[in-house]
C-alpha cells in the first residue's frame, strides 16, 4: 500500500507478525520519516512538520484498512545532531497513562519506555539478528554496547551465559527488567557499567572466551572520563579486540547505524579484522526485514570464525 511514496506494510505481513507473536515493527517508511509500532502504541519519527502531520495522517487511514486499534500515539523530532535529541512527546491518548509499556518479538517481551530518552528501549531493525542468535543456541554471549539487553535477553533463552557491558548503568537496569519479564533469573548473567574499550582488553588478560559476540557501537559517545567514541575511527580496533576473545567457531555481529558504513564497508572491515588477528572466517548476512525497505536500518554483518 503506497500513499504517494509513503510505504506502509500490508495488511498479510500485519497478520504474519500476529501468528509469530511480533507486536514491535515499522510500519511505515518514508523520506522525511517513518512509523514504528510498539505493543499497542505508536511512534511517529519524523524530520520536518509536514511528514508529521501526513505520517499522523495517514496512520488512521492505514490502521483502519488493517484492524488495528492503536491506544496511543507518540511523536519525536529526528535531529540532524545527537544533541537535539529528545524523548518522544505524546499527540494521542490517555496522558495520565504510565509511559512504560511492553512489546513482543517472537514471543520474548521486551519493556518499552517512552520517557526514558530519544530510544523506547528497542530497536526493532535488529529482529531478524535476534532471531538468529536464538538459533545458534550459543552457551557464552558477550554483548557489547548492550542497552536494554535484548540480545543477552534473546540469547539467555536459549540457555546461554550473558555479560552485557554498557555505559549506561540506567539502560542496564532495563536490561535486568527484560530477563525478569521473560522469567530469566539474572544471577547466572553479568551487567558490566563501564566503557567496552577497556574492558574487551580486561576480559582478553583473564582468559575469558565466548561463542557469540555482539558489535553494535553507536555512530559517537563519550564515556564519563571523556574518552571518545567514534565508529569510523574506532571500529577496527574494537573488531581486533573482540576477536582476541573469540572462541572457534565463535559467531560476531557487526552492526552500525552509522549511514556512512554500509554492509560492504563492514565486510571490508570483518576481513581487515580477520588478517590483523590471523584467524580463518567466513561473512554473511541475515535475509533482509520484510518492513524495511533495502537499505534502511541498521547496517549488519556476521562474522564467523572458523
Ligand atoms: C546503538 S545502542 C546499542 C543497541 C543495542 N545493541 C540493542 O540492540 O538494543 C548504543 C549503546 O552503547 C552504549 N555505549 C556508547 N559508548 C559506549 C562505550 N564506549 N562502552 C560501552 N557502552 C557504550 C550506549 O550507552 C548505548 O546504550
Known sequence: MI???????????????????????????????????????VLVSYQTAIAQERLTTELRLWSLSVGFNFTRVFARFLPKQNSGREAPRLITGDSSAPLQAMALERGLRYGIDFGAGYSTGLFVDQRHNRTFVRSLRPKNVLNCFAYTCSFSVAAATTGAMTTSIDLSKKSLIRGRENFLLNGQPITAHRFVPGDVMEYLPRLARKGDKFDLIILDPP????????????????????????????ERDCHVLLSTNCTRLDEHALEVMGRFGLKASRRAGTLHREAALPDFPLGVGASTVWLTLR
Open 3 to 41: 500513499y504517494e511514496n509513503m510505504e506502509w506494510i500490508q495488511p498479510d505481513l500485519v497478520r504474519a507478525f500476529q501468528a509469530e507473536e511480533t507486536d514491535a515493527y515499522r510500519i511505515c517508511t518514508f523520506r522525511d520519516g517513518w512509523v514504528e509500532r510498539y505493543g499497542s502504541d
Open 219 to 246: 555512530t559517537f559517545s563519550r564515556s564519563k572520563i571523556g574518552k571518545a567514541f567514534q565508529v569510523e575511527r574506532d571500529f577496527e580496533t574494537l573488531l581486533v579486540n573482540a576477536l582476541e576473545v573469540g
